[in-house]
């Protein structure tokens, strides 16, 4: 993380300008980056700006865009909405002809109003939760997957692989924490038939937040399972809050399994919940390195960067995407781009991307994922859903 501007400037109106390659002088197309480049999910949000720096430099070394060198504005949310709504509108008076981001789902969902209202495409290569592309606003994309989607994967694997009968479930009360939470366990609990209970909820709860290098303590939420003795723990959140509560699960030594989703899928999960980690399942995407088409972003990235980010490769491909849709337009009218994003098929990092009606892409693959001998590793076979 980067901390020391933030030290002496507001965070919430900090938006900074990096500059990449050399075109013509003077002559500039600005995009925006949205998300938390500083607290707790500072790695995150740094994860996504350097794909989107990676996909600028070379887009400036191949001579940029209609003529003109691409320039980053980038805004720190700090995982906030109410920062998200400053950020968005900032970056809206700055003259960004697209932006990617948010990071979070209640930061994306934030912002897509501001940007709504003035009809700039938004692609959020991380935001997971459905009501982001639900709203009716035609000019808001991403690259990920859904939550709806996630939440199937992991149900199926519980009931059909694992055979769970007693499950636990925690959200981290955020947008996002709570609707994945709230989707696996619609998928899990379809599983039950109108004679024949297959699946029970023996516990639900909503975790504090870490603020400020905080640590709560889980226990009062946690004890009560050492008697209910559930055989899944579900947890939807992101990963300060999960590697505590992994931690805090090993130490009353339950048994249950834990499964939980993509946000969890940082470094810093096992950094910080060493090796109580070990085991855990989540879901994301397939790995970057196992995809042909997508080796020359992770040499390239690798060489720049050191360690690829979990999204960083979605940010690429937003990035890809909308300055594109520049080239293809002729112009940086975001109504002329909105409507190249949805007709255009675009080629990224991780294959071809299409988006449909709603401005979620066709394909959306999943794996399951777990942590052994200290590393992320990749579990099953990839399932897309369509």
């Given at each position: 993380m980067k901390k020391s501007v933030a030290m002496f400037l507001t965070v919430s109106v900090l938006i900074t300008l990096v500059f990449f390659g050399c075109g013509p002088?003077?002559?500039?197309?600005?995009?925006?980056?949205?998300?938390?480049?500083?607290?707790?999910?500072?790695?995150?949000?740094?994860?996504?700006?350097?794909?989107?720096?990676?996909?600028?430099?070379?887009?400036?070394a191949r001579g940029g865009v209609l003529g003109k060198r691409v320039v980053i504005i980038a805004g720190d949310d700090r995982a906030d909405e109410k920062e998200a709504n400053v950020i968005a509108q900032r970056l809206c008076d700055q003259g960004v002809a697209g932006v990617v981001g948010h990071y979070n789902s209640h930061c994306s969902i934030a912002g897509s109003r501001i940007y709504n209202q003035r009809m700039i495409p938004q692609i959020t290569p991380s935001s997971t939760n459905p009501k982001f592309t639900r709203q009716g606003f035609v000019n808001v994309f991403r690259t990920c997957g859904r939550d709806d989607q996630q939440g199937r994967i992991a149900?199926?694997?519980?009931?059909?692989?694992?055979?769970?009968?007693?499950?636990?479930?925690?959200s981290d009360g955020t947008t996002y924490?709570?609707?994945l939470a709230e989707e696996f366990k619609k998928s899990i609990?379809?599983?039950?038939?109108?004679?024949?209970?297959?699946?029970?909820?023996?516990?639900?709860?909503?975790?504090?937040?870490?603020?400020?290098?905080?640590?709560?303590?889980?226990?009062?939420?946690?004890?009560?399972?050492?008697?209910?003795?559930?055989?899944?723990?579900?947890?939807?959140?992101?990963?300060?809050?999960?590697?505590?509560?992994?931690?805090?699960?090993?130490?009353?030594?339950?048994?249950?399994a834990f499964m939980t989703g993509d946000a969890i899928a940082n470094s810093e999960l096992i950094k910080r919940g060493g090796v109580a980690t070990e085991g855990i399942l989540f879901t994301f995407g397939p790995a970057v390195e196992d995809m042909p088409q997508a080796g020359r972003f992770y040499d390239s990235f690798k060489a720049?960067?050191?360690?690829?980010?979990?999204?960083?490769?979605?940010?690429?491909d937003a990035a890809t995407v909308l300055l594109?849709?520049?080239e293809l337009a002729g112009t940086t009218g975001g109504d002329s781009l909105v409507k190249?994003?949805?007709?255009?098929?675009?080629s990224g990092a991780m294959g071809e991307l299409e988006f449909d009606e709603t401005g979620d892409i066709r394909a959306a693959p999943y794996v399951l994922w777990t942590v052994k001998g200290g590393e992320f590793r990749p579990v099953r076979a990839e399932t897309t859903l369509k």
């Open positions: 002088g003077g002559q500039q197309i600005k995009i925006g980056v949205a998300g938390p480049l500083t607290g707790e999910q500072g790695k995150a949000g740094q994860d996504l700006l350097h794909g989107v720096q990676l996909a600028v430099s070379e887009c400036n149900a199926d694997y519980a009931f059909n692989t694992m055979k769970v009968k007693k499950v636990a479930i925690f924490g709570l609707g609990l379809s599983y039950n038939q109108p004679k024949k209970v297959e699946v029970t909820i023996v516990a639900e709860a909503q975790l504090p937040l870490i603020t400020e290098g905080k640590a709560p303590d889980y226990g009062p939420l946690l004890d009560p399972l050492i008697s209910y003795q559930p055989d899944l723990i579900y947890f939807g959140g992101s990963y300060p809050e999960g590697a505590m509560l992994i931690r805090q699960i090993k130490e009353r030594r339950l048994a249950a720049r960067y050191g360690e690829l980010g979990p999204y960083s490769v979605y940010a690429y594109k849709s520049i190249v994003i949805h007709s255009a098929k675009f």
